[in-house]
């Protein structure tokens, strides 16, 4: 029974991890290809695109896909509308596993924001952002020349800061809480930028900004696709065992 499990994320890494143990699948992990020398986390794995929904389409029938379980990242939502469509034009099961965003505590002091644009009125000339939503951020604040953008990056970039205000800084996850606390308190930053994706796995930024009383500009997510969601690792699994004894 073959599996196209969508990973890039912590709770790929854990499906991937129980799907390939088990002698009744045949998993593969997809990639998308962003970060170079990704983890291998499954005995069979691809990278890059599949070429939009017909091209994925064309994969699962080649393939003979029985289940596409969707571990993308909360903000991959080209993909998971790309899966989710196919798999009911096939008629083969999505689940998808989206792990819950983050809750705003009363120490937090978060903008909630729904793009970079809302973050403006707020800025202060001088003021110090701490980009950890991805260098596609960077562009809303090319004609902000009193504002510095620092840009965390998991590679090297090929081109060099787009802008004059910014620069970027290299660090593969995960982060401790002490080397947040430690690099934040370095850089004098004055906001941090980031998507509410959830997870622990990158959550020490959060509680390092809380601990040290930094301003916060949270992304929302985009509208999730709520049929087949499943918060949990666990209950993504036990579903699919679930399909297979229907």
């Known amino acids: 029974m073959k599996i196209l499990l969508l990973a890039g994320t912590y709770e790929a ?3 991937a991890k129980v799907i390939d143990k088990n002698l009744k699948y045949s998993l593969i992990s997809s990639l998308a290809g962003i970060t170079k020398n990704p983890i291998k986390i ?4 691809r990278c890059g695109g599949f070429g939009g929904q017909i091209g994925l389409a064309k994969f699962i029938n ?12 909360p903000f991959a939502t080209k993909i998971s509308y790309n899966a989710k469509t196919v ?10 596993c989206e792990r819950p965003p983050w809750i705003k505590t009363t120490k937090d002091k978060w903008f909630e924001i ?16 701490f980009v950890a939503s991805g260098r596609q951020s960077v ?11 620092i840009c965390r990056q998991i590679d090297n970039p090929e081109l060099p800061f787009p802008h004059d205000n910014g620069s970027y800084l290299i660090g593969r996850p995960p982060f401790s809480l002490e080397s947040e606390i430690k690099l934040f308190q370095e850089l004098n930053i004055d906001w941090l930028l980031v998507k509410n994706s959830g997870g622990s796995q990158s959550e ?20 999730i696709l709520k049929s087949h969601n499943y918060s949990d690792t666990t209950e993504v699994i036990k579903r699919l065992y679930g399909l297979s004894n229907e």
Do not use: W
């Open 13 to 15: 890494r854990i499906i």
């Open 42 to 45: 499954s005995k069979k794995m």
């Open 62 to 73: 080649a393939n003979n896909i029985y289940c596409v379980i969707d571990a993308t990242h």
């Open 87 to 96: 798999c009911n034009q096939l008629d083969i099961p999505y689940l998808l």
């Open 114 to 129: 729904d793009n970079e644009n809302q973050l403006k009125p707020y800025l202060s000339d001088g003021d110090l952002i």
């Open 139 to 149: 562009a809303y604040f090319k004609s902000h020349k009193n504002i510095k953008l």
């Open 204 to 223: 020490a930024k959060l509680i390092a900004a809380r601990e040290l009383g930094i301003r916060v500009a949270m992304i929302n997510r985009p509208n």
